[in-house]
């Protein structure tokens, strides 16, 4: 595993966050990763479209489980 050198970081469009992904399907502030020991955990921060991982919508996840996430359109 890739160590990310924080224990929160902010995914999101806006300039201000750690990770930007200037898609217009990711909102703002987007999520987040937060460190928990070893682990990483993706949160959603109530996005309008949305975060799935392996295609499942997820409010919080294990992310050191999980293959991919991604933000969703309706």
Do not use: C
Request: proline residues 4%.
């Amino acid at each position: 595993m890739r160590e990310l050198g924080r224990d929160i970081l902010t995914i999101g469009r806006s300039p201000l966050n750690q990770i930007v992904i200037d898609h217009p399907t990711v909102s703002t502030q987007h999520a987040v990763l937060l460190r928990a020991g070893a682990s990483y955990w993706l949160k959603d921060l109530d996005s309008r479209n949305g975060t799935r991982i392996n295609g499942d919508f997820v409010t919080d996840a294990d992310a050191d489980q999980s293959s991919s996430a991604e933000s969703s359109a309706p």
